[in-house]
């Protein structure tokens, strides 16, 4: 069984950067398409960017292009979700999720879930 466990969320100014870490256990990252997703208050929890297993390709939400890099150091067994120029609209929970597919850009091709992390961002 999978075990995610997510850190690295706190509060930001706009235009300031956080670095997400995904930790996993009871698996080997480089064997899964490692996911971000987030969910804001009333909203539901969409995809923000993945990294195959499969020549390491990788997909973001437009929403985020330019501004996040999805990253996998497989010596650590980790995935990293490096996020600048953050804006008050990417507050949100986000949430580390491993796949069994290529590519994974909906929420349902994930079978394991972290317990997500809070990431607030003040305008």
């Known amino acids: 069984q999978v075990q995610l466990v997510e850190s690295g969320g706190g509060l930001v100014q706009a235009g300031g950067s956080l670095r997400l870490s995904c930790a996993a256990s009871?698996?080997?990252?480089?064997?899964?398409?490692m996911g971000w997703f987030r969910q804001a208050p009333g909203k539901s929890r969409e995809f923000v960017t993945s990294?195959?297993?499969?020549?390491?390709?990788?997909n973001y939400a437009e929403s985020v292009k330019g501004r996040f890099t999805v990253s996998r150091d497989n010596a650590e067994n980790t995935v990293y979700l490096q996020m600048n120029s953050l804006e008050p609209e990417d507050t949100a929970v986000y949430y580390c999720?491993?796949?069994?597919?290529?590519?994974?850009?909906?929420?349902?091709?994930?079978?394991?879930w972290g317990q997500g992390t809070q990431v607030t961002v003040s305008s």
């Open positions: 999720a491993g796949s069994h597919t290529v590519f994974g850009r909906t929420w349902y091709e994930y079978d394991y």
């Open positions: 009871g698996g080997t990252v480089s064997t899964y398409t």
């Open positions: 990294i195959s297993w499969r020549n390491d390709i990788t």
